[in-house]
C-alpha cells in the first residue's frame, strides 16, 4: 500500500487563519515587448473569502486574466513581469515565497479553469490520467489509486459512465463534458480558491448555464472562494456575491452585486449594464458603448475611460481618478462619483 | 486500425508494379548498347554477341521484357547480372554494410538532433539557440559532396582523427565519418524540426495548464511538452531512414564504403539494367515500408487520428 492521504484531511502548509483568504493588493503587471512596455494590471486590489464569489468583469484586454495569471504564477516570464503588490494567501505573500513553496500551493490550494478546454487539455494523454497527475504529484498517490479518485471526481462533476470514460482522450468528449473534466481536475485536490477563466466562453447557452451551475454547487459543497472572470454580466448577475469591474488594466468600481445593479457608480459599469441583452427591453435598441477598449500601449491620459465616457468634463482628460472609496464596500475611480450616480 | 493496414498493403502493390515499370522504362530509356559495354574497347563475335542478346531478351519489345522481370522477381529471382551475377547476391552481400551506415547515421541524427533542438527550443533566443540556428543553417546550405570532401580533407588528412575511407570490409571505426555526412544534413533537420516544435508547443495551452497544475518544471516540459512536440520530428525520422539507406549513394562512393549505394552508381555506369532495377526495387520497398510505418505511428502517437 502507498502513502495516501484522504482529501477531506488534506494537510494544508498554511492554515493560519488571518483575515481573508486571498488579498490582492496594489498589483502591477507589465509586458514588455518590443512595441514598448504595457502595464496590463494596475494598482488592481481585490480580496476573496472562503465561500464567496467574486467577479472581475471587463472586455477582453482589461487585465483580468492578466492578473489571475499573477496568482497562479504563471505569467509567461519573458515577456510578463510582476512589479509590484502583494498577493497574501492566508496572510503570505505568494510574491515573496520560493519557487518550490509556491508550486505546492499551484493546483492545490490555488487552481484555475481555463477558457477552452479542448486545447487547455492535453490531447496525447487521457482525462484519467490528466486528472490522476494531480493526485499523484502532490498527494504521491499510487496510479491506480489516482485513477479510482479520477473516477469519483468524474461523477462528481456528472460525467455520465464515468469508469468507462476515464480512459478516453479529451476529443472524445464534447465541449460541456470536456469543461467538466477541465472542473474536476482542478477541484481534484479539494482547493481554498478556485479561478474561473471564462469558464462558459467557449460552449453554447444551455450548456454555459449547466456549468455555472456545477461550479456553484461545488462552491456550496465545498466552500472555496471562487474568482469568477467573465464579460458577461448576465452570468455574473446569477452567482457572484462581489463584482470588481475592470477597464484598461485598472479596477473601476467594486460592489456588493445587489449594490451594484441597483446603482453604479462608475459610467463605464453603467454602459456595460445598458447594452446587456435584458428581456423587458424587447422590440427596443441596445445601447453599447460607444467606441472601442484603448490600445493598452496607448492609455488615454487622464482618466482612461474619458474618450468613451458619456459624463466626460475637463478634469477627466487631465487627472487619472484613483479608486476610492464612496460607500461602505464600495468603491469607485470617477471623479464625478457621487454626482454621477445621482442622476 | 486492421483494415487500415490492410488497404495501405493494396497501395504498396500498386506502388511496387508502377515503380518497378518506371524504372525498367528509364533504364531500357538509356542511350547506347550494354552488350557493347560489356565487351568494352575489345571486338566482340557475332556469334556471342547472339547468343547474350537472346539470354537476356534484350531483342523482345520492353513489356515483355519487363513482364519476364517481374515474374522473376515475384519468384525471389532479380535477375543477374552481366557477369552473370545473381543480383540478388549482390544485394545479400552490399546491403548490410549501407544499413549498418544508415543506422549508425540515423542513431547520430536522432541523438544529437533531438537533444540540440529541444536545448534550443527552451532556450528560444539564448545563445545556445542562436548557435544551434545558424551552425543547422550552415550544414543545410552547404552540399553532401562539398561536406564529405571537407570532412575528408579536414577530420581524415589534416587532424588525422578518423579514417578517410570505410576499408574493405569496413570496420566499425571506418564507418564513423561517414556517417557522421550522412547524418548532417538530416540532422540539422531534425535539430530545426524539434526546436520549432518545442517552441509551439510551449507556448501552447496545455502547457500552460501543466504549469497551474503545479507540476514542476522538468515535468511540465519532459513529460507535457515532449511528446507534443516528438510527434512531427518521429514522423521525419522514420520517413529519413528510408532515406539515408537509399541516400548513400554519394556518401558511399566518396568514403569508398562498398554498400548498396555504390554498387548502384557502378552499375549505372555500366548499363547493368537488371542490377539498376533490383536495387531500385528494393529502395522503394524499403521506403514504402517507412511510410506505412509512418502513418501507423502517428495513430499510436496522437490518439486525435483514427484510421477507419
Known amino acids: ?343 | 486500425m486492421t483494415s487500415y493496414i490492410i488497404r495501405r498493403v493494396g497501395q504498396f502493390v500498386l506502388v511496387f508494379f508502377a515503380a518497378t515499370f518506371l524504372i525498367f522504362s528509364m533504364v531500357f530509356a538509356i542511350p547506347g548498347d550494354p552488350i557493347r559495354a560489356l565487351a568494352g574497347e575489345k571486338p566482340m563475335p557475332d556469334s556471342l554477341r547472339q547468343t547474350l542478346v537472346q539470354r537476356y531478351h534484350l531483342d523482345e519489345p520492353y513489356i515483355v521484357q519487363y513482364w519476364y522481370y517481374v515474374t522473376g522477381v515475384l519468384q525471389g529471382d532479380l535477375g543477374e547480372s552481366f557477369n552473370q551475377r545473381p543480383v540478388l547476391d549482390i544485394i545479400k552481400e552490399r546491403f548490410p554494410r549501407t544499413l549498418r551506415l544508415a543506422i549508425y547515421a540515423f542513431i547520430i541524427e536522432m541523438v544529437i538532433g533531438v537533444t540540440a533542438g529541444v536545448w534550443a527550443g527552451i532556450r528560444k533566443d539564448k545563445f545556445l539557440d542562436s548557435l544551434v540556428k545558424v551552425s543547422t543553417v550552415a550544414v543545410i546550405s552547404i552540399p553532401i559532396f562539398v561536406l564529405g570532401f571537407m570532412a575528408q580533407l579536414f577530420i581524415g588528412v589534416r587532424l588525422g582523427w578518423l579514417p578517410v575511407t570505410a576499408g574493405n570490409p569496413p570496420s566499425l571505426y571506418g564507418y564513423l565519418l561517414p556517417a557522421i555526412v550522412l547524418a548532417a544534413v538530416s540532422l540539422a533537420y531534425v535539430a530545426r524540426l524539434t526546436r520549432s516544435s518545442v517552441v509551439e508547443n510551449l507556448r501552447s495551452d496545455y502547457v500552460r495548464t501543466a504549469k497551474a497544475k503545479g507540476l514542476s518544471r522538468r515535468r511540465v516540459i519532459g513529460v507535457h511538452t515532449f511528446r507534443n512536440s516528438l510527434i512531427p520530428v518521429i514522423t521525419f525520422l522514420a520517413i529519413d531512414l528510408g532515406a539515408l539507406m537509399g541516400g548513400a549513394i554519394i556518401t558511399e562512393t566518396i568514403f569508398n564504403v562498398p554498400g548498396i549505394g555504390q554498387a548502384l552508381y557502378q552499375s549505372v555506369l555500366g548499363q547493368e539494367g537488371a542490377v539498376v532495377v533490383g536495387i531500385v526495387t528494393l529502395l522503394v520497398i524499403i521506403y514504402a515500408v517507412a511510410n506505412l510505418v509512418v502513418d501507423v505511428m502517428y495513430a499510436v502517437l496522437d490518439p486525435r487520428i483514427r484510421y477507419d
Not at chain 1, 90 to 112: A, F, N, P
Open chain 1, 1 to 343: 500500500m502507498t502513502k495516501v492521504t484522504p482529501l477531506d484531511t488534506a494537510v494544508d502548509p498554511h492554515s493560519a487563519d488571518t483575515g481573508v483568504l486571498l488579498d490582492v493588493r496594489d498589483l502591477e503587471v507589465e509586458f514588455r515587448m518590443r512595441s514598448g512596455t504595457v502595464k496590463a494590471a494596475n494598482r488592481v486590489s481585490y480580496q476573496v473569502d472562503k465561500g464567496e464569489t467574486l467577479a472581475i468583469v471587463g472586455e477582453s484586454g482589461s487585465g483580468k486574466t492578466v492578473s489571475a495569471q499573477a496568482i497562479m504564477g504563471i505569467i509567461d516570464s519573458p515577456p510578463g513581469f510582476v512589479t509590484g503588490g502583494e498577493i497574501l494567501f492566508r496572510g503570505k505573500d505568494l510574491l515573496k515565497m520560493e519557487e518550490k513553496e509556491r508550486r505546492q500551493i499551484r493546483g492545490d490550494r490555488i487552481s484555475m479553469i481555463f477558457q477552452d478546454a479542448l486545447t487547455a487539455l492535453n490531447p496525447v494523454f487521457t482525462v484519467g490520467w490528466q486528472i490522476s497527475e494531480m493526485f499523484q504529484k502532490h498527494r504521491g498517490m499510487s496510479k491506480s489509486e489516482g485513477y479510482k479518485r479520477a473516477i469519483e471526481l468524474m461523477n462528481l462533476v456528472k460525467i455520465p459512465s464515468a469508469a468507462e470514460r476515464v480512459n478516453a482522450y479529451p476529443h472524445e468528449f464534447s465541449g460541456g463534458m470536456r469543461q467538466r473534466v477541465m472542473i474536476a481536475m482542478a477541484i481534484a485536490l479539494d482547493p481554498d480558491v478556485l479561478i474561473a477563466d471564462e469558464p462558459t466562453t467557449a460552449l453554447d447557452v444551455t450548456v454555459q448555464a449547466q456549468i455555472m451551475g456545477l461550479l456553484a454547487d461545488l462552491q456550496q459543497q465545498t466552500g472555496m472562494g471562487l474568482i469568477l472572470i467573465t464579460h458577461d454580466l448576465g452570468v455574473v448577475a446569477e452567482v457572484a456575491d462581489k463584482v470588481s469591474v475592470m477597464y484598461a488594466a485598472e479596477i473601476v468600481e467594486t460592489a456588493d452585486i445587489r449594490e451594484l445593479y441597483r446603482h453604479p457608480y462608475h459610467p463605464y459599469t453603467e454602459g456595460l449594464m445598458r447594452s446587456l441583452v435584458r428581456p423587458d427591453h424587447k422590440g427596443g435598441r441596445l445601447s453599447p458603448i460607444k467606441g472601442s477598449p484603448p490600445d493598452l500601449l496607448h492609455i488615454p491620459s487622464g482618466c482612461p475611460f474619458h474618450p468613451r465616457c458619456d459624463y466626460v468634463q475637463d478634469v477627466c482628460r487631465t487627472d487619472d481618478p484613483p479608486l476610492r472609496e464612496i460607500l461602505e464596500g464600495r468603491t469607485s475611480a470617477c471623479h464625478f462619483a457621487e454626482v454621477f450616480s445621482n442622476d
